[in-house]
């Protein structure tokens, strides 16, 4: 079941923050978020997994709420390299069912 | 190391045709993951490989089909081409299954003409 995200565009300018959230129907064990720019591959950012804690680095971080079967991901002082489409991907049973992942965020920030 | 190495990376082909892309994992790499990317659709989930075995398959007709082999190199097989499945090809390399980073490789860009 495809994981939404919302939303599902925004534009910022530098300096400013944002969050994209993701949220599914089912039960997750895990979140996974990655970041694409335009003609290259998807990068992952971070995996947050049932029980665990809050990870970030630097300036963007992201929250997984077991209960709600939602996660957010927080962009603080965004900056142009922040720019790209943010998509989050999620696993119900780890190793049983595959990585799926949402429609996309697409995330602009201008100077 | 080498990353993900998909070819060819661009292919144009006409109605009613098949095609097979490739997907190269990074060495070590076990499991492998097909996704296709069209505008406004995000990823969607083809099929996930592990140990020459499919442990997965999305919600795609039978005319799409994969495998994998032994040196976890895998290929995705599309037949009888429809204008719909224009699409960039995306295969992800993950070290196992189940929550672990994947890295994705380039992508094969398909055209049905």
């Known amino acids: 079941q495809q994981p939404v995200q919302s939303p599902q565009a925004v534009i910022l300018r530098e300096g400013e923050d944002a969050v994209i959230n993701c949220s599914s129907s089912?039960?997750?064990?895990?979140v996974h978020w990655y970041r694409q720019k335009h003609g290259e591959a998807p990068v992952f950012l971070m995996i947050l997994l049932k029980g665990g804690e809050q990870k970030g680095h630097e300036k963007i971080s992201a929250s997984f709420n077991e209960k709600k079967q939602q996660s957010s991901l927080y962009l603080t002082a965004s900056q142009l390299s922040y720019s790209g489409t943010y998509f989050c991907g999620t696993e119900i049973y780890p190793g049983n069912t595959p990585l799926v992942f949402g429609k996309g965020t697409r995330l602009s920030v201008i100077a | 190391k080498a990353g993900v190495t998909q070819t060819p990376r661009y292919l144009i082909k006409t109605r009613g045709q098949q095609v097979t892309l490739s997907c190269s994992p990074i060495?070590?790499?076990?499991?492998v993951s097909w996704y296709q990317q069209t505008p406004g659709q995000g990823l969607q989930f083809l099929f996930e490989y592990f140990s020459e075995t499919q442990r997965n398959k999305g919600n795609f007709p039978g005319r799409f089909s994969g495998r994998q082999f032994s040196n976890s190199r895998s290929e995705m097989n599309v037949s009888t081409l429809e204008l719909g499945d224009s699409a960039l090809y995306l295969c992800?390399?993950?070290?196992?299954?189940?929550?672990?980073?994947?890295?994705f490789g380039q992508g094969t860009r398909l055209t049905v003409v």
């Open positions: 089912k039960a997750l064990y895990s």
């Open positions: 992800a390399s993950s070290l196992t299954l189940g929550n672990t980073e994947a890295f």
């Open positions: 060495s070590g790499h076990r499991s």
